[in-house]
């Protein structure tokens, strides 16, 4: 039986996310954000959404058009600036977070595509990610009405030392968007350079992963060996063409070299 997962547009795609639901979305900076994901749930209306992305996009791009609409209920990120509204409805009490590192948000995703319920890392250790305190809730007064609480933690002889590493949980969500490149009918994915920081990782970890892709190409026109993520972790496929807009997060000029 063949096996054909495309959806004829990013709002048919999107169109059963409900109120509520959780999302682990790709990203890094603003390189791989599914925009046209993005946009088309806007549209769609869904809100309470719980976020889960290495950052919440910036002012009008990326996660952010959600955010600003208020649809965001919470975020679970690592990286949360470049994004004044973000500031604005954490400070004020609007969105609650959980700051996470870079590097153990990413296995948290990962771990969960993977069936890991949870795993030990030294990062953290000594710090409020581990003890607990990390202010996750505001008012609107400014006082913090909700800490992250203390994690367990352990102690491990590892390469030949012995040192504490602190439990962290695996993340699985009920949707995951991501952007790559090119994909083919089965799901098989290849994510441009930064594009491959979060994109597998979020695509894993959703139990329905939603992926818009540049060029959609027939099953077997993808080289094995060029994979980044294998179809099984696919459920949805949209092509979106390769004129898309990309912004720059920043720009930066090199000054012409005196002749």
Known sequence: MAIDKTFASAAEAVADIPDGASLAVGGFGLSG????????LLEQGATDLHGVSNNCGVDGWGLGVLLAAHRIRKMTSSYVGENKEFARQYLSGELELELTP???????????GAGIPAFYTR????????????????????????ASEAKEVREFSFKGKTAEFVLEESIVTDFALV???KGDKHGNLVFNKAARQF???????GRICIAQVEELVEPGEIDADDVHLPGV???RIVEVGKDIE???EKRTVR?????
């Open 123 to 146: 990062t953290g250790v000594g710090t409020q990610v581990a003890e607990g305190g990390l202010p996750q809730k505001y008012d609107d007064a400014g006082n913090v009405v909700q």
């Open 33 to 40: 954000n599914p925009i046209q994901l993005i946009e088309a």
């Open 233 to 235: 972790y696919v459920h």
């Open 179 to 181: 952007h790559a490149i």
């Open 255 to 259: 000054a012409a070299e005196e002749a």
């Open 199 to 205: 994109g597998p990782p979020a695509a894993m970890a």
């Open 246 to 248: 990309k912004r720059i």
């Open 102 to 112: 870079q590097g153990t948000l990413a296995e948290k995703l990962r771990a969960g």
